[in-house]
């Protein structure tokens, strides 16, 4: 089993930064089965979308709205993730959720709130 647990999320302003991390605890062997980890987002009344992904290899992948703003990154060693958010839009707005995927099963985090006031 793996948990997954965020942090960083909170309120900035319109043009602002955000930092998200995302750390991968269980046994060994669940978590370094892990291959793609990323962060999906849903904002109320919508449907959850993939924000971003990270490959093990480091290969990346951006939904369109934030490639530009948006870098994510890994710390294999840690088991971590993070989602750096840069010029941040009041469209952003959303429920930030990390996951993971293995050959073991998926897994998401608990989500970190990002609000971003124009």
């Known amino acids: 089993q793996v948990h997954l647990v965020e942090s960083g999320g909170g309120l900035v302003q319109a043009g602002g930064s955000l930092r998200l991390s995302c750390a991968a605890t269980?046994?060994?062997?669940?978590?370094?089965?892990?291959?793609?980890m990323g962060w999906d987002r849903q904002a109320p009344g919508k449907q959850r979308e993939l924000v971003a992904l990270?490959?093990?290899?480091?290969?990346?992948n951006y939904r369109d709205s934030v490639k530009g703003r948006f870098t994510i990154s890994r710390e294999n060693a840690n088991n971590t993730v993070y989602l750096q958010m840069n010029g941040l839009k009041p469209e952003d707005t959303s429920v930030y959720y990390c996951?993971?995927?293995?050959?073991?099963?998926?897994?998401w985090g608990q989500g970190t709130q990002v609000t971003v006031s124009s």
């Open positions: 996951t993971a995927a293995s050959g073991l099963g998926n897994y």
């Open positions: 269980g046994s060994a062997f669940s978590v370094n089965a892990i291959n793609v």
């Open positions: 990270i490959t093990r290899d480091g290969s990346t």
